[in-house]
């Protein structure tokens, strides 16, 4: 891409999703606990008057939480969102957004009408125009301030429960970088003291499903501040690799060549700045990340430590993985066997399934080997190669949806650490989603991936995949039923032919009695399912 090009794209200002809208960022949307903005579209709060939303109480779940987080009303994200806003947008129809302003994944159109699919391709398979464009666009988002959302510089106690509203302004790309540190950061107690086994992104059944709506999410802003709606994240295919053969100048930046620790200077990524890397000071002063720039990307890729994470994960071990049976298990954190949502996580063994957190397998894997910014849980999205790797995470997770075939049921609804329940609303996240909600084929999302491509679905199939969907929702109760049913049948059936042979071999004295003491045509059943 020319310089040209490039510099006009770095001067495009265009809205970016995240977490705290701007317009809500104020004191008398705290301290009203509402976030309804208005749509630009007719003024009204989330386009009511346009039947495309309107402001409601949020409904948060009840269901209990599992023993890991002993605390409550200590965290801001505790039962998400409702410290800072207890009222927000419900969107109508396939319309979305904190304003109701967007369209839900995988719809387009005025109205979100029109259904889209879209396929992220190998980063090894795009034209060298487009790997180009890719790496533009990253640094694009890089260099946008974020024109509708603003990052949290301060707890709601620190701003004085809402009197003293502590917001900031941040770039598009280190929006998703903070989001990412927020969900997954340490809980401050005061003093000095901190809860550090919590993590609203990790460690847990929501995993997967935030990892999923947090690509969408960047693959939109990305699509948005560009312009480019066919935009798609690709994705790097790790399996049986050597080393890291993206770590090049000509994709995300080579090693110095003095300090191995730094990029590149070929490449332009080693300009970038990290945020929210530095969690013991932030824990010492009982404070946020503030997005102030912390210094270069680090990344020394294999020179790990060799005990933890001897190599890049195998095929083999992916293959394993995805026979696993079990999404979640146990107490469904990082101690679970058996659980194929721990194991792709990384914290059980990829050839057997138990739990071995001195080890990092396949996610976690790629994190420890890329040995610097990667390898810290908060600031791990510094890297862009966290995207890349996410994204062919989240293919493996769409292997497993297509192969097991899971329904809704199967994620669970409680006593998963806190925040991973099935309907709690995944932290920091404005418009609200829950973990549930992208437990789902991706198809139904908008997306596939280029190596999982199935044949395309006519425009009947596509009228139908809604009903089918909810068709497979309340399979077991479809099935229960019928079977319920044929014993019903089958019983009445013997017992109206027990009867009639008995009539036939009895005196006429007594049937009179017989047919007055059983009155058939008002016996009822009931059945529970």
């Known amino acids: 891409m020319s310089l040209f090009a490039m ?36 003024g009204s709060p989330c386009g009511e008057i346009s039947s495309r939303g309107s402001c409601q109480n949020i409904l948060l779940s009840q269901a209990p939480l599992g023993p890991q987080f002993p605390f409550s009303g200590v965290d801001d994200r505790e039962d998400w969102p409702s410290v800072f806003y207890n009222r927000t947008c419900k969107c109508e129809g396939n319309f979305m957004g904190f304003s109701c302003g967007e ?11 029109e259904r889209r699919l879209r396929t992220r391709r190998n980063v090894f398979q795009l034209t060298a125009s487009e790997k180009d464009k890719f790496l533009a666009y990253l640094n694009l988002a890089k260099n946008t301030p974020s024109q509708d959302y603003v990052i949290a510089t301060g707890t709601y106690t620190q701003m004085n429960n809402g009197s003293n509203p ?57 699509q948005k501040i560009t312009g480019d709606e066919n935009f798609t994240i690709p994705y790097w295919d790790w399996r049986d690799a050597e080393d890291c053969v993206v770590c090049t100048d000509e994709y995300m930046g080579g090693r110095h060549p003095i300090n191995p620790n730094l990029l590149s200077p070929a490449s332009f990524f080693s300009s970038w700045q990290v945020i929210c ?11 946020l990340c503030n997005a102030t720039s912390e210094g270069p990307i680090l990344r020394n890729p294999g020179n790990n ?84 790797h996410h994204a062919f995470v989240d293919s493996i997770f769409e292997r497993w949806l297509r192969r097991h075939r899971p329904m809704l049921e199967v994620y669970p609804a409680a006593n998963a650490p806190i925040g991973h329940n ?58 229960g039923a019928a079977v319920t049913g044929g014993i019903v049948t089958a019983v009445l059936t013997w017992l109206i032919l027990a009867c009639r042979k008995k009539r036939r071999g009895t005196s006429s004295e007594i049937q009179p009695l017989l047919i007055e003491s059983e009155d058939y045509n008002n016996i009822s059943y009931q059945s529970n399912f």
């Open 7 to 42: 510099g006009f794209l770095l001067v495009i200002l265009e809205p970016s999703t995240g977490q705290f809208p701007r317009a809500c960022a104020n004191r008398q949307s705290l301290l009203r606990k509402e976030c309804c903005p208005p749509w630009d579209g007719d």
């Open 103 to 113: 369209c839900k994944f995988g719809f387009s159109g005025l109205n979100c009408t």
């Open 305 to 388: 430590d060799k005990s933890r994470t001897p190599r890049l994960p195998s095929s083999a071990e992916v293959e394993f993985c995805l026979s696993l049976t079990q999404y979640e298990s146990g107490p469904m954190d990082k101690m679970a066997n058996y659980s194929f949502r721990n194991t792709l996580e990384g914290f059980a063994d990829p050839q057997t399934a138990i739990s071995n957190i001195s080890q990092s397998g396949l996610h976690n894997a790629l994190h420890i080997y890329m040995n610097g910014s990667m390898s810290q849980v908060q600031g791990s999205a510094n890297d862009p190669i966290f995207v890349l």
């Open 166 to 222: 502590m917001f900031s302004n941040i770039n598009v790309y280190d929006l998703f970088v903070w989001m990412h540190y927020y969900a997954s950061r340490d809980t401050l107690l005061g003093g000095s003291n901190v809860w550090r086994d919590i993590d609203f992104a990790h460690e847990a059944p929501g995993f997967l499903p935030w990892h999923r709506v947090f690509l969408l999410m960047w693959e939109r802003e990305i």
């Open 277 to 287: 890397t530095r969690s013991e000071e932030y824990n010492s002063q009982q404070a």
């Open 422 to 479: 099935r309907e709690n609303y995944m932290v920091p996240f404005i418009p609200l989603y829950r973990n549930g909600e992208f437990f789902k084929p991706s198809r139904e999302l908008g997306y596939d991936y280029e190596y999982l491509q199935e044949p395309a679905l006519d425009s009947f199939q596509e009228f139908l995949i809604p009903y089918l969907e909810q068709a497979r929702q309340i399979w077991a109760w479809l099935v």
